[in-house]
């Protein structure tokens, strides 16, 4: 285990300390936290092999808000042909001011779905596995206006990705058909995403493309742009998945009154 040395403590100028009174435990000096934590592990592909190159990455909060949000990112590391990093972690990076702290590092490599593993906040080290995920399919779409023309210049960004620890999304879906909102959300463990493919721009035809997800998550995007009012979309990003009847099921459980026209 790795920590920081401790100063050594300066010397009394002048007369000795007095000793303890008898029966009185001599007062131990109170160790301080060290600044940062050493955190080491390997990156593994969907088979368990390791993945050369990957990227290792922690959100922060900027001094500053960017256009983008409050969350930026910053690239701490890089596997060697092992898959293997290491790296120190400030601990000013995982407390920032108003209580928010962040202990979820995410791994991103090309060709592959992000991924992200919890790091232990009161520990001076840490060693983690990042397993990362088949990137199938990707997410591609078009963006029409009420006429069914395209809209070119439309800027999609990627607020979240979101994962179950079992992998699959089926209790999710399951609760969302049931009206179960916070319920369904409450499942679902935090991505942060790799700013790469964080933030794409439709086409001519309206089209864009987003890969670096992965298989299996439930995706937020915003859509803001000339032509379009902002919006949030949930997108799942399972092969072959029809969202019309989880759809129907979850729009049969709200009230007539409070259903959007």
Do not use: C
Request: aromatic fraction near 6%; proline fraction near 10%; charge should be neutral.
């Amino acid at each position: 285990t790795l920590a920081m040395p401790q100063a050594a403590e300066p010397q009394p100028e002048g007369p000795a300390a007095s000793p303890p009174v008898q029966g009185q435990k001599a007062e131990t000096p109170r160790k301080e936290k060290a600044e940062s934590i050493m955190v080491t592990g390997r990156v593994l592909d969907p088979t368990g092999k390791p993945v050369k190159g990957a990227r290792l990455y922690w959100p922060r909060v900027p001094e500053t808000e960017t256009e983008e949000g409050v969350i930026e990112f910053s690239e701490r590391a890089t596997t060697d042909a092992n898959g293997r990093f290491r790296f120190e972690l400030p601990r000013a990076d995982m407390d920032v001011p108003g209580g928010i702290g962040f202990s979820s590092l995410a791994a991103a490599a090309d060709g592959y779905g992000v991924n992200g593993v919890e790091l232990p906040r009161d520990k001076p080290s840490a060693e983690v596995t990042l397993r990362l995920v088949r990137d199938q399919p990707p997410i591609e779409g078009r963006i029409l206006n009420t006429e069914g023309k395209p809209l070119a210049g439309i800027r999609i960004r990627v607020l979240e990705i979101n994962a179950l620890s079992r992998g699959r999304l089926d209790d999710f879906l399951t609760a969302w058909q049931q009206g179960y909102w916070v319920m369904a959300m409450g499942q679902m463990s935090f991505l942060y995403p790799p700013p790469l493919e964080s933030v794409k721009i439709t086409d001519k035809e309206g089209r864009f493309r987003i890969t670096g997800v992965g298989s299996e998550r439930l995706v937020r995007l915003r859509l803001s742009g000339p032509g379009v009012s902002q919006d949030v979309l949930h997108v799942i990003t399972r092969a072959g998945f029809d969202p019309a009847a989880v759809n129907k099921a979850a729009l049969g459980r709200i009230p007539v009154q409070l259903r959007l026209p």
